[in-house]
């Protein structure tokens, strides 16, 4: 497989997936990172961790319908294509 632009955004597009399925009851729970992991108080600087967790919520919220359409056209170009 080549190194092309394509590759790139299919890597970018399957690496968003990967953290748009990332459960918290199921999955990050187990590792120490659920809901109640990572909250500080009032005027405390977020760890990484806060920030991190922070991110998967994001992108699970905002990336939800985006991802069902980019995986779709994806999807159809590769059938088109190969």
């Known amino acids: 497989m080549a190194f092309t632009l394509y590759s790139l955004i299919q890597t970018a597009i399957l690496c968003t997936?990967?953290?748009?399925?990332?459960?918290?009851?199921?999955?990050?729970?187990?590792?120490?990172?659920?809901?109640?992991?990572?909250?500080?108080g009032f005027g405390d600087d977020p760890g990484i961790k806060a920030q991190i967790l922070n991110?998967?919520?994001s992108v699970r919220t905002v990336m939800r319908v985006p991802l069902i359409i980019v995986n779709s056209a994806c999807i159809v170009l590769l059938l088109l294509f190969g």
């Open 55 to 57: 991110l998967i919520r």
């Open 17 to 40: 997936n990967a953290v748009a399925v990332l459960h918290e009851e199921r999955f990050l729970s187990k590792i120490g990172w659920g809901v109640d992991q990572g909250i500080g």
